[in-house]
């Protein structure tokens, strides 16, 4: 059909036509065929609008964002560098946004592969969305290139920890210690030394490594975490000093407010965990310990977290999202009082994540399920790994 002016569409104009006509009916198809999905959706999210004015706020980006937003064209390299910096933003604020940019930013990156940064990248994104085959086989390409990549070494122990293979952990440890990187070594033994149950060992290797002058911020916050959660394991009464001390040096760091917000309802203390979450109600890992200290604490709102903590998982599910595995069996276990389904998901969990925590989510369902067989495996998996407080 002829245009205004007359002239007949060119080609390129019918081929962009037909693809909004065919975009259209798609989007017409999945309105029809997904009901229930959008009204889970929509009943968990505002009502959209059109803003009156450029000064209507629409949405907020986490502290420290704009410190790594560019400023000026990129090489390949720094694109690599921003991206890591985006991933570790994204775990310190539980912002899955971060790690979606990054993940875009290094797909645009297709000439380096083999690039040491983007490797490091790359795993930083395997390893956020708890693939750690994939991290991991990033960190083993990097470290056959380059043998004395002493943080490629540290993150592969870390990894390794997380997974429950602390020989190998213990391999990277002692080749970080005995030359790559002795500052990398010392917190890589702290770290091993503390998924042993040898809290003492740990906290004395700490002790001489945050006594150094110059230490690099970033690192300075995950030793005084690492601290703090020594303390708390060894039942120190000043765990709660080293967790104000962690929280100083990273404010909002959701991976110290975890934690510690464990560390209050172990302690006895649920009422304090309101005041520290309250403000995060983004956060579904938080808002979790948030619900489960205000069913402890015999709290007002107890059933409204409770309600609103069900409505994430059902929304995560509808969008096809699987909600954190650990969390969602202390969800069942504790606020759903569903041993069996508590149970299932915890041995899921345990086949890919065997950190401390992992195994005691696992025990508290195999123990209310009266599976004893499940406690003596667990009890055996820790001997063999080394480990001296079993489950």
Do not use: K
């Not at 909004?20 to 009502?47: D, E, K, N, S, T």
């Not at 959701?254 to 995060?280: G, H």
């Not at 309600?307 to 276990?333: I, K, M, N, V």
């Amino acid at each position: 059909m002829p245009d205004s002016a007359g002239h007949a569409p060119r080609p390129s104009e019918h081929d962009a036509l037909l693809s909004r006509i065919i975009a259209a009916l798609v989007l017409a198809l999945l309105l029809f065929a997904l009901p229930g999905l959008l009204q889970v959706a929509h009943a968990a999210r505002p009502v959209a609008f059109v803003p009156a004015d450029g000064s209507v706020v629409l949405d907020r980006l986490p502290g420290g964002y704009m410190q790594v937003v560019p400023v000026h064209r990129e090489t390949p390299g720094e694109a690599a560098l921003r991206a890591q910096r985006l991933y570790q933003l994204a775990a310190r604020t539980g912002d899955a946004r971060l790690a979606t940019r990054a993940d875009a930013l290094l797909a645009r990156q297709p000439t380096l592969q083999r690039n040491a940064g983007v490797r490091m990248a790359r795993a930083f994104s395997a390893q956020h969305r708890h693939d750690f085959p994939a991290a991991l086989r990033e960190l083993d390409a990097l470290i056959a290139a380059s043998p004395r990549h002493g943080e490629a070494r540290l993150a592969r122990a870390q990894i390794q920890l997380v997974r429950g293979n602390l020989a190998a952990a213990r391999q990277d440890c002692v080749a970080l210690a005995t030359g790559i990187d002795q500052d990398s070594g010392l917190l890589c033994v702290a770290m091993l030394s503390l998924r042993q149950g040898r809290t003492g060992v740990a906290a004395q290797v700490l002790d001489r490594w945050l006594r150094q002058d110059g230490l690099d911020p970033a690192r300075r916050a995950h030793a005084l975490l690492l601290r703090a959660d020594v303390a708390a394991r060894a039942r120190d009464p000043g765990a709660d000093a080293f967790y104000r001390h962690a929280m100083a040096a990273s404010p909002g760091d959701v991976r110290v407010l975890l934690p510690y917000a464990r560390f209050l309802r172990d302690t006895r203390r649920p009422s304090r965990v309101e005041s520290l979450l309250a403000a995060y109600a983004d956060h579904d890992g938080l808002q979790l310990q948030r619900a489960l200290a205000a069913q402890e604490a015999g709290a007002a709102n107890a059933a409204t977290l409770r309600q609103s903590q069900a409505r994430r998982y059902a929304l995560l599910r509808a969008l096809g999202q699987t909600p954190e595995l650990r969390d969602e069996a202390e969800y069942l276990l504790l606020l759903r009082h569903d041993i069996p389904g508590a149970l299932a998901v915890a041995q899921r969990n345990f086949r890919t994540q065997r950190d401390h925590e992992d195994v005691q989510v696992l025990a508290r369902a195999a123990q209310a399920a009266g599976r004893t067989e499940i406690l003596r495996n667990l009890h055996d998996w820790s001997a063999q790994q080394g480990i001296g407080a079993t489950p």
